[in-house]
């Protein structure tokens, strides 16, 4: 997977493609990574990429054409998701992540403090993506956050694979609790399930704990489940439910 990321500030992505999973990843040959100053691409002697907005009002807008040649340049032989970080853009889930994982190239376009010319939008990006209900400074933060999320599902990115399908939102659930050692700290003891060996009871708590964290934490993605078709869901539904009156009816 190649991954292309036009930013005003280079030097913020150093340390992030070069740690952790996205940084084993790309040592791997899993990923590879290009930052582009679009800078480079204004056509000004100051290099400038912004101007006042037509209409008057505060702030700037960034120019369409550095960003357009700075595209351009790195899809030339190719026609990857260009992909635009800003607010107005399709919120973030999970399900996107694993789609974009599928992709052979990516491009994110980062602005910084300003607006975009709308027919950056209309004409050149294929996704505007926003990860929150909130203003950053600029998109390179939320780009980190959506390569992150994408990188880590690449085959061979993560140690255990089994990892990247049971996390929180892979599975439509929040993830079950997790312990290790030791089986009891300050009185506080690891469930004897866990420590049971029954590899059947087991994945069968596990989801119980999900599904019982998903309705006290995320009650709305609860909604999502095609409940129809599955029928262990639907019997821990109910037990939990069970349990919920009988607790009810102890503290009355």
């Not at 037509?54 to 054409?65: H, I, Q, T």
């Not at 019982?212 to 262990?232: A, F, Q, S």
């Amino acid at each position: 997977m190649r991954i292309d990321i036009l930013t005003l500030f280079p030097e913020m992505f150093e340390g992030v493609l070069g740690s952790s999973i996205l940084g084993k990843a790309r040592e791997k040959g899993i990923v590879e990574y290009h930052v582009t100053n679009f800078r480079e691409y204004s056509e000004s002697k100051h290099g400038t990429v912004d101007d006042t907005p037509y209409g008057g009002g505060g702030g700037m807008v960034l120019k369409p054409e550095p960003i357009f040649r700075a595209v351009e340049a790195v899809t030339a032989e190719a026609k990857p998701r260009v992909i635009l970080m800003c607010p107005q853009g399709r919120p973030y889930q999970q399900k996107l992540a694993e789609e974009l994982a599928q992709e052979e190239h990516l491009v994110f376009i980062c602005g910084h403090y300003e607006g975009y010319d709308e027919r950056i939008r209309q004409y050149l990006v294929t996704d505007e993506i926003s990860i929150g209900d909130y203003v950053l400074t600029g998109g390179e933060l939320a780009a980190m956050v959506v390569i992150d999320s994408v990188v880590r599902l690449r085959p061979g990115a993560l140690g255990n694979q089994v990892s990247a399908v049971e996390d929180s939102f892979s599975t439509g659930l929040l993830e079950h609790p997790h312990y290790t050692r030791p089986p009891e700290f300050r009185g506080w003891k690891v469930p004897d399930i866990l420590l049971s060996g029954h590899h059947a009871n087991i994945v069968r708590w596990r989801l119980k704990e999900s599904l019982r964290r998903t309705k006290e934490r995320r009650p709305d993605l609860l909604e999502k489940i095609e409940w129809d078709k599955d029928k262990e869901m639907q019997k821990l539904l109910r037990e939990l439910e069970e349990e919920e009156k009988n607790a009810g009816s102890s503290a009355d």
